[in-house]
T-cell receptor, first 115, second 111 residues
Framework: DAGITQSPRHKVTETGTPVTLRCHQT?????MYWYRQDPGHGLRLIHY?????DTDKGEVSDGYSVSRSKTEDFLLTLESATSSQTSVYFC????WGTGGTYEQYFGPGTRLTVT | SQQGEEDPQALSIQEGENATMNCSYK?????LQWYRQNSGRGLVHLIL?????REKHSGRLRVTLDTSKKSSSLLITASRAADTASYFC???????????FGKGTMLLVSP
């Protein structure tokens, strides 16, 4: 987890409220990712970024938006939280490896509960 | 949809035994990676094998890749209780900066 922090680590919120999760890295890696992890589904990509202000959608992007205004910060926003977004959210970073290997390094996770 | 699928979903062994987990995938890949996740923690990168490699070792870990069968295996030799964790395979396709993860194998190593 060194070099990657996520905040908050735990959050309980009500349906319909906006929520922003923050990922901060000190590694100066170009690529940043947001995943959600749910029982029976493994790890699924929500959004990712390949540079400042450069982002793209992942497999489960509906209901989520992201922003990256600085290399070190990648924000995930739930505009109007729903119970189906109760999950554990992980941020990951990577850099261009030899031959495009992209090993990823993960943060400690944020447990989000939407009531 | 998931690219990689691990098998078995759960594995229970005794300390000192070997543990083998398998991963199957659907499309051509640039490389395949294995990660470990301890309960309540983030994933940790274990080992990467490129599409032109057939076998790779790292300590007590041995990974094989068969691109003709689109499958990989992770062998942990002489397992320890500390190896108890979930193990995920992830595939990387050429030209893409993302990984696709499987659902994982839960390994329990009993003392």
């Amino acid at each position: 987890d060194a070099g990657i922090t996520q905040s908050p680590r735990h959050k309980v919120t009500e349906t319909g409220t906006p929520v922003t999760l923050r990922c901060h890295q000190t590694e100066n890696h170009r690529y940043m990712y947001w995943y959600r992890q749910d029982p029976g589904h493994g790890l699924r990509l929500i959004h990712y970024s390949y540079g400042v202000k450069d982002t793209d959608k992942g497999e489960v992007s509906d209901g989520y938006s992201v922003s990256r205004s600085k290399t070190e910060d990648f924000l995930l926003t739930l505009e109007s939280a729903t119970s189906s977004q109760t999950s554990v959210y992980f941020c990951a970073i990577s850099e261009w490896g030899t031959g495009g290997t992209y090993e990823q390094y993960f943060g400690p996770g944020t447990r989000l509960t939407v009531t | 949809s998931q690219q990689g699928e691990e098998d078995p979903q759960a594995l229970s062994i005794q300390e000192g035994e070997n543990a083998t987990m398998n991963c199957s995938y659907k499309t051509s890949i640039n490389n395949l990676q294995w990660y470990r996740q301890n309960s309540g923690r983030g994933l940790v990168h274990l080992i990467l094998i490129r599409s032109n490699e057939r076998e790779k070792h790292s300590g007590r870990l041995r990974v094989t890749l068969d691109t003709s069968k689109k499958s990989s295996s992770l062998l942990i030799t002489a397992s320890r209780a500390a190896d108890t964790a979930s193990y995920f395979c992830a595939t990387a396709q050429s030209g893409y900066s993302t990984l696709t993860f499987g659902k994982g194998t839960m390994l329990l190593v009993s003392p």
